[in-house]
């Protein structure tokens, strides 16, 4: 997350039927993590800090990490989107994995347009003047194939994921289940093993 980035959320407030200020306490910071926790992906309060590229075999295209002291919070973010597109622009069909879409992951969409405001944010506050992060590295226009694609929400409709979560269906699928903020690498390698298993 950036520095200050929960600052620019909103304060919670506990249910107005909550008399005990000791109830009304806990809900407040009960909320207050759950906040933090999705904070993590909202354009602005959000920041990538490792960003790993994966192949169709499962090789590292590309990786990158942010300092350990936060001094160059959304550098992985533009590293990372300007790979993509030159990539894009490039040999894209040498990682393919399929047909129709070139990049996979899971809330795929979302975070590419995170992406694109912390790299923007890196590249404004640059003092070598930096361009923009490109465009058609985060963002399909309409009516355009897109080149992305989450195969969790490809295969699990939104009426049934509250019952087949993601821990359910790479279980089915015998993919290895990492809860806590399992770093870019196995992540990439869940999203690898799920859209090679089920034949996205």
């Known amino acids: 997350m950036t520095a200050g980035g929960l600052a620019i959320l909103p304060e919670p407030t506990a249910p107005s039927n909550f008399k005990d200020p000791i109830k009304i306490a806990a809900n407040i910071a009960g909320q207050k993590e759950v906040l933090a926790a999705q904070a993590n ?3 602005v309060v ?3 800090v ?7 075999h499962g090789e590292n ?3 990158v990490v942010a300092s350990i002291d936060g001094s160059d ?7 990372t989107l300007t790979f993509l597109s030159q990539w894009l622009r490039g040999g894209a069909s040498t990682m393919a994995l399929g047909e129709e879409f070139l990049v996979y992951g899971f809330n795929i969409h979302d975070t590419l347009r995170m992406m694109a405001v912390d790299a923007a944010s890196f590249a404004v ?3 070598d003047d930096l361009p923009p992060p490109p465009m058609d590295a985060w963002y399909s226009r309409l009516f355009q194939p897109t080149f992305m694609c989450d195969p969790y929400t490809t295969l699990i409709d939104a009426g049934y994921r509250k ?8 279980g089915s699928l015998m993919i290895p289940f990492v809860d806590v903020s399992p770093g870019a690498k196995i992540h990439a390698a869940q999203v690898q093993q799920l859209v090679i298993k089920s034949g996205l």
């Open 46 to 48: 959000g920041t990538v």
């Open 61 to 63: 295209v590309f990786s």
């Open 73 to 79: 919070v959304g550098r992985v973010s533009y590293d």
């Open 50 to 56: 490792e960003a790993v590229l994966l192949n169709q």
């Open 125 to 127: 506050a640059a003092a």
């Open 163 to 170: 019952v087949v979560s993601l821990e359910v269906l790479l």
């Open 41 to 43: 992906n909202y354009p």
